[in-house]
């Protein structure tokens, strides 16, 4: 999971003698889902479906419009390097994308270039794929805005299967709304549905994100893949057994909400 929710934050900090573990099950399952996403996007599967369902094959062989984005030799900016984003690093790298991770505290040693907050501009600049997996913390919260969105090339796609806020909402309605970025796949949202009744008819936004014909669009749903409920009971059970024995597996940081 990308972090505590801020409900549950505040009960933790509210009981500092309780100690919370994180549970990476669904590491591999959002993985899959960030290469679904970019592939939607880089390959125009969605409007092209769109579009072709109406008799519409879109514009002429000859024509430089409406192409979709070559990924081979490219690079992926990984906004987080946990471990979600290293299991679809593989993946990525298998599609030919060469990876750059932007990381709090960058490690010279790992094995992807890292780079901090002075150097995410000209990452993102550099960056044909960008892909959120960050949680919302005091720290990312509106990371990417106004001035980093404008820093992304044209072509670039951007995924966020993080959290929602670290994205700013304005301005990314307004990049992809201008074509200011090529497009995006997005699973983490800005509006939540408070109940099964409203799951039917919750827009995830304040801004009509259904109308732009670049943006991939999934419910928070990207470890909504069958079998997940036995994964997370087995994750569950590891982290029980580490404790019996004495060890710390996935230790949450409450304060600072991951």
């Known amino acids: 999971y990308a972090g505590l929710g801020a409900r549950l934050r505040g009960l933790l900090l509210a009981r500092p003698r309780l100690r919370a573990h994180n549970s990476h099950f669904n590491d591999a399952m959002v993985a899959q889902h960030v290469v679904a996403l970019v592939l939607a996007v880089a390959n125009r599967v969605v409007w092209d479906d769109r579009a072709l369902r109406h008799g519409d094959w879109g514009p002429p062989v000859s024509a430089t419009h409406g192409r979709g984005v070559y990924l081979r030799g490219k690079r992926a900016l990984l906004l987080g390097y946990g471990s979600i984003a290293r299991a679809a690093a593989p993946a990525l790298r298998a599609l030919g994308l060469e ?25 993102l600049a550099e960056a044909d794929v960008v892909v959120c997996t960050l949680p919302s913390t005091d720290e990312t919260r509106g990371l990417v805005g106004e001035r980093e969105l404008a820093a992304m090339k044209e072509t670039a796609i951007l995924v966020n299967v993080g959290r ?66 036995t994964m997370a009971a087995r994750d569950v059970l590891a982290t029980l057994e580490a404790l019996t024995r004495g060890e710390e597996r996935n230790l949450l940081d409450v304060a600072r909400g991951y």
Do not use: C, K
């Open 99 to 123: 990876l750059t991770a932007f990381r709090r505290h960058p490690d010279p040693h790992a094995d992807v270039p890292q780079v901090g907050r002075d150097g995410l501009l000209a990452a």
């Open 164 to 229: 929602g806020d670290v994205v700013d909402e304005a301005a990314l309605y307004g990049a992809l709304a201008e074509g200011r970025v090529f497009g995006a796949g997005i699973d983490v949202w800005y509006v939540y549905p408070r109940d099964d009744e409203e799951r039917r008819s919750t827009a995830p936004s304040r801004f009509p994100f259904a109308e732009l014909p670049n943006v991939v669009m999934t419910p928070h749903s990207a470890n909504d893949l069958m079998g997940w409920r």
